[in-house]
């Protein structure tokens, strides 16, 4: 009997979540298996990275040696969150994420709380950022078990401060609408805005360690490559 292809994601996300290997090996695993089940899909996604890619996309936000810009958002519980209270005692990798219903960032996110532990131990910590509501993002928090916060951008706001936010498109909207993505409903909003995933590495002063921006989604910044942003040495 043919499993229904929601069913196969679903427990293909799973597998990804407890595999023995890199961000982007899981990644890798969960495209293929997504690509086989829906190609028009996996079509429409390489060409919204072709066309974010040909509007240079690895020159927005600021970069290693910049200060990087303050921000003032909530965290999951509502409580109003600024870069100082973020970088005050240690620094921190700044992750934008498109949202809790991307499986995608759950992944990522996933690896990252796996991968706490050795990130503290290089001195570290993390704060994600993603344009969903509270609601969602406190839900993404208890079902992934993720120790660390997330904060909402709301409207993107942040992310269009640093040139990060892109409009999906007609084609998107229309598939994501379709299989039940309520981005309206997520975000508060009817733009279909999401942020370009990216990952700054703060120091105590502000200042921008490293910087890690992908159009592509279905790659990510590997875990020693972000232990090393926060060592010392780094």
Known sequence: MNRPPNQILEETFRQCCDMDASLNERLARFAAVSRKLNPAYA???DQLVERIESNQADSVGPQP???MPPFLLTDQTGRMVSLN??????PAALIFHR???CPYC????KTLAQAYPR????????VAVMPDRQQYTAQMIEGLDLPFPILTDLDNGYAMSLDLAIWLGAELRDFFGSRGHDLPGYQGNDSW???IPATFVVGTDGCVRARFIDPDYRRGLEIDKLLSAFRPSA
Request: charged fraction near 15%; charge should be negative.
């Open 43 to 45: 079509n429409l996604i």
């Open 65 to 67: 040696g910049d200060l």
């Open 85 to 90: 209270d973020v970088i005050g005692d240690a």
């Open 99 to 101: 949202g809790h219903w």
């Open 106 to 109: 759950r992944i990522n996110t």
């Open 119 to 126: 990130i503290q131990q290089a001195g570290g910590k993390i």
């Open 193 to 195: 805005i999401v942020p």
